[in-house]
């Protein structure tokens, strides 16, 4: 798909006019640099022939409507349309109003698709797709539906593409081809993550805060009633509101009134994504009127909940909760110019796993303003770079391995780039020479991640002896000697770069040999004692045989 984008011919959209002059000089806010800078990128894109897929990462309020807005506008200028993918039922009703507000007297339709939309008026959106009729649709992934007609998209907005299921992703797969794609996120998962570093999808950041806005003082946390009481009742005193996220339907109620219990004079409510319509959109409107203190609720506040009265979050459960889950529960508070608190508790019988609480330490770490994109990078280095490639969701692929992938992905764009030349041979001659060893560095020897992530990089970029000697020097002097394990693991680098370079394209171990595979231009001329001397010369741990046979 990737690379057939980078070959694929999209609409390349007319410079700005002065209509788009006048939609920007609407905008009520001041713009920041990032915002300015990540307009500009996105209208390059859509005005080059190559098919736009950016990602465009910012925190809760640092401005992505906007530059989504900007973008709509202007393929609407140019008579494409444009397909907003919202993750929940209240987010794509909120983006529906800021859209249709912003955009109705420029003469731009707008029109709003997910369940609580009666049949009859999904149908009248549906024929006004088909024919033209209508510029804009938002939506959840119901407008991912196999129904869903264009008369001629020409640019589709993902709003928190991690919210998406991998059939979901299937259908987007299928629109995106030659269509521009703008996908908005505060932490994208870690395969987003990594494509956007590798060159695959092209990146903006927005990394300035909106003004009088506080870090959120996070605390992580035994549960326990009184400190559910104490910050429920804090809040209260300065006529604050509470948001209690519990992420289980059945026994909710039986939530709500514990906390009733504990704080008596508070007006408790519960909501969750299996209400009707009404009853939930009545719920959360009474919340926003300051007619309730305490909401009770689900993951459906995850995204797009504004309610900057609401400035004390606490989380039943942080530890069940994935990473960006729980960065993007703790915007929902903190959205105005308050300082506001985030009690993310556990349950104290229970031993937490080791991935729960690097989740929870890296959370409590990250309090300043803007550190979605380092919650990602931190997630990127926790779980590597995506489920979509383990057995949960795509069979067998997980034998082919992470690396692997993004090499064939990069290998495979570089041809279609038609950048692939001699350099890019050598890599892939590099890539098949493998001499199975424990690449594995120990947690309680280098600790820190991102640490540990550079060590790995270092021990890749081995090319000589002396490479080995320095990396052991730097391991002794930064974290005490290094085990045989990661002796091994430097070893076997540089024998890989040394193979390489003498012309062995694979090696082929099994129980008791191994076997070289040599390129045709190797084969006539290499001397096979020298090779192996040398394999016997730079291992302390490896001992090879060598047996000469004759080379047709």
Not at 302 to 326: F, M, W, Y
């Amino acid at each position: 798909l990737y690379a057939a984008r980078e070959k694929a011919v999209g609409f390349q959209y007319s410079e700005d006019t002065d209509l788009m002059f006048d939609f920007e000089a609407d905008f009520p806010y001041q713009e920041t640099e990032d915002q300015l800078k990540a307009i500009e990128d996105v209208k390059r894109d859509m005005e080059s022939s190559m098919p736009m897929d950016r990602l465009l990462c910012g925190d809760v309020g640092y401005g992505k409507t906007e530059v989504a807005l900007r973008a709509a506008f202007k393929a609407v200028l140019d008579n494409k349309q444009v397909a907003y993918l919202a993750p929940t039922t209240v987010l794509s009703r909120q983006h529906f109003h800021t859209f249709r507000d912003r955009l109705a007297k420029h003469g731009i339709k707008v029109e709003l698709l997910n369940r609580f939309v009666t049949k009859g008026n999904q149908n009248r959106v549906l024929r006004e797709l088909m024919s033209g009729e209508c510029d804009i649709v938002i939506g959840t992934h119901r407008i991912l539906s196999k129904d869903m007609i264009f008369r001629d998209l020409g640019l589709l907005i993902i709003d928190e593409e991690q919210r998406f299921g991998v059939e979901h992703k299937e259908r987007i797969k299928e629109l995106k081809l030659n269509v521009d794609v703008l996908s908005l996120s505060a932490t994208p998962i870690p395969r987003t993550l990594q494509m956007a570093m590798m060159g695959v999808k092209s990146m903006s950041l927005l990394e300035t805060p909106p003004l009088n806005r506080y870090p959120i003082q996070t605390y992580v946390l035994e549960r326990h009633d009184a400190i559910i009481r104490d910050s429920i009742q804090r809040e209260l005193a300065r006529n604050g509101q509470v948001f209690y996220l519990y992420n289980r339907v059945d026994d909710i109620e039986v939530i709500t009134r514990k906390v009733q219990r504990l704080v008596p004079e508070a007006r408790v409510v519960y909501a969750h994504g299996k209400m009707g319509r009404l009853q939930l959109e009545d719920v959360i409107t009474k919340f926003i009127d300051k007619e309730y203190d305490v909401l009770v609720s689900t993951t459906i506040i995850e995204t797009g909940i504004d309610i900057p009265n609401a400035n004390t979050l606490l989380v039943h459960d942080a530890d069940k909760l994935g990473l960006s889950q729980l960065y993007q529960l703790r915007g929902r508070v903190g959205r105005s110019d308050r300082i506001a608190y985030a009690y993310l508790m556990y349950d104290k019988q229970k031993e937490l796993k080791e991935e729960a609480v690097k989740r929870l330490r890296v959370i409590k770490e990250f309090t300043e303003l803007g550190s979605g994109f380092k919650i990602a990078l931190r997630d990127l280095s926790i779980r590597g770079a995506g489920d979509v490639l383990g057995t949960e969701q795509s069979g067998f692929m997980d034998s082919v391995g992470i690396d692997l992938y993004l090499e064939i992905l990069k290998d495979e764009i570089a041809i279609q780039r038609g950048e692939k030349q001699e350099t890019e041979e050598v890599e892939e001659q590099e890539s098949a020479i493998k001499v199975r060893v424990n690449k594995y560095i120990d947690t309680n020897y280098v600790k820190n991640d991102y640490v540990k992530m550079e060590m790995h990089r270092k021990i890749a970029n081995i090319t000589s002896k002396e490479d080995i000697k320095a990396l052991q020097e730097e391991f002794t002097d930064r974290f005490g000697k290094p085990s045989n394990d990661i002796e091994l693991y430097m070893q076997e680098k540089l024998f890989e770069h040394l193979a390489s370079t003498k012309g062995v394209e694979k090696i082929r171990p099994t129980k008791n040999h191994i076997t070289f595979v040599l390129s045709k231009e190797a084969s006539g001329n290499v001397n096979g004692e020298y090779l192996f001397a040398k394999a016997n010369e730079i291992s302390k741990f490896i001992r090879f045989k060598y047996k000469l046979e004759q080379i047709n």
